[in-house]
């Protein structure tokens, strides 16, 4: 049985075990926030101490912060859920268990649409006197670039480079002959993926 010095210099040595464990994390310096297509990447220096990061973000019309993620083990922190053309701000702050350090916050970055998806399919379709040319619409897609080819060639040309519907009609394709179309999709971003072509049709 230990004697009452001894059970007090127990209480202690676990008492100064537990509250070392339990260190405040040191400050946040700094915080940077780069926008690119779809992602606004939040980066700190390490602090001192912590266990995990809580990074929140603000809108530039808004007094309020929202908590993205409370469990942050990285000092990096990617947002994918910006709304493309509203500026944001984040702010990040170090954890020890419930001890926190103080925060910091980003400049405000203006947050940029993802680029556009792929075209997964084109078709092609010969009326009297025009050639109708579909697809399905494309993710954040702005404008449709529609190419053709005639059978034979190699090259393409471009009828219009501004569709801004998922349907074109060329009115230009020459009856007899055999020609196939190529769309892909664009926003400020630039280019979508993979464009797609469809089967080869005759003109009427």
């Known amino acids: 049985m230990l004697s009452r010095p001894d059970a007090k210099r127990l209480r202690i040595d676990f008492y ?4 070392s464990s339990n260190t405040a994390p040191g400050s946040i310096l700094s915080v940077t926030a780069a926008a690119t297509p779809g992602i606004i990447t939040v980066s700190w220096p390490a602090a ?15 007094t309020s912060w929202t908590v993205l993620d409370s469990n942050v083990t990285e000092t990096s922190f990617q947002d994918t859920t910006a709304e493309a053309g509203k500026a944001y701000r984040y702010r990040v702050r ?27 399919s084109v078709t092609a379709a010969a009326s009297a006197g025009k050639i109708t040319v579909s697809w399905p619409a494309a ?13 034979g060639s190699s090259s ?9 519907e998922t349907s074109f009609q060329d009115t ?21 993926g993979a464009a797609a072509d469809s089967s080869y049709v005759t003109a009427k």
């Open 16 to 19: 100064a075990t537990l509250t």
């Open 48 to 62: 001192a101490n912590a266990e995990r990061y809580v990074v929140a973000r603000q809108v530039s019309d808004s």
């Open 94 to 120: 170090a954890y020890n268990g419930s001890l926190s350090g103080n925060a910091a916050n980003s400049a405000y970055v203006t947050a940029l649409a993802p680029k556009p998806g792929d075209i997964v």
């Open 139 to 151: 993710d954040y897609a702005q404008r449709y670039a529609v190419a053709r080819q005639v059978s």
């Open 156 to 164: 393409w040309t471009v009828l219009d480079s501004n569709v801004t």
């Open 172 to 192: 230009t394709a020459e009856a007899g002959k055999a020609y196939r179309y190529r769309v892909r999709a664009y926003n400020e971003q630039g280019s979508g």
